[in-house]
């Protein structure tokens, strides 16, 4: 953005919550910073940093926004800052077993992979201009890593596999055939079926997921050490070429509300 057009954004942020004195004095070290030195030599770097990021197809603020409004924050992830996917409640119809619901969602999902990877899916708009669909890309086989001091996201070439979790337990399962055609429902079923039977009995008591409820320096501190075994580091990276994952949890709420 121009660097005057920012200031004056900047301004019409304040003025709600600055009294007159504040605001005038405000409006001084901004007009200040736009027409000084200090300022325009840092618009010069940010329009370079932007010309960069255009030739690899991003936004100026992207990697900033991600590194600093996610990345860098250390807390645990689950509620603060899991995201989610929201079905429609009309697939979910009462008395339907897990295994054949999961499985459901499984081939949609695909579907939806198979549509995303032939760029079929229709671009979305803000009013009147189209939204980069860039966006979606790294919704399937995208992890999450912990760093020491900053996460980072990887995107992987993705296996035919899912990684489904049921009773703190990961499984491998196949959803995808050599051609890149998906299972039918049928076929999800029986596999997850065959998982639920696996995962039956004494219940562990720990699971790889409760990593992700640590703080992400500790979790990454866990990682490490886990990844010194060269099973362990054989079956993270099975997780992380996995194309999603799938809970089967045995507990569910009352309601939606």
């Not at 990961?170 to 997850?192: E, K």
């Not at 409760?210 to 997780?239: C, K, P, Q, V, Y």
Request: charged share 25%.
């Amino acid at each position: 953005p121009e660097l005057r057009s920012s200031g004056a954004k900047y301004l019409r942020s304040l003025r709600p919550i600055l009294d007159d004195d504040r605001f005038r004095r405000t409006s001084q070290l901004v007009e200040s910073f736009v027409s000084g030195e200090t300022g325009q030599r840092l618009q010069q770097q940010l329009l370079q940093h932007a010309e960069e990021q255009r030739q690899k197809g991003k936004s100026w603020l992207e990697d900033w926004w991600l590194t600093y409004g996610y990345m860098i924050w250390r807390d645990p992830l689950p509620v603060n800052s899991s995201f989610y996917m929201h079905f429609d409640l009309a697939i979910c119809r009462p008395g339907t077993p897990q295994t054949t619901q999961a499985a459901r969602i499984i081939a949609g999902l695909l579907a939806f992979k198979r549509a995303l990877d032939n760029q079929d899916i229709p671009a979305e708009f803000a009013r009147q201009a189209p939204l980069c669909m860039h966006q979606l890309t790294p919704i399937f086989t995208t992890n999450r890593m912990p760093g020491a001091e900053c996460d980072s996201l990887v995107t992987l070439p993705p296996s035919r596999d899912i990684v489904v979790v049921c009773r703190r337990q990961f499984f491998l399962v196949n959803v995808l055939h050599a051609d890149g055609a998906a299972c039918t429902i049928a076929q999800l079923t029986a596999r997850l079926d065959a998982v639920v039977a696996a995962a039956a009995g004494e219940l562990p008591d720990v699971s790889p997921g409760m990593l992700t409820s640590e703080n992400r320096t500790r979790a990454f501190e866990l990682r490490t050490l886990l990844l010194g075994d060269d099973g362990n580091r054989a079956a993270a990276d099975a997780i992380a070429r996995s194309v999603f994952v799938v809970c089967l949890d045995d507990a569910a709420p009352d309601d939606f509300e």
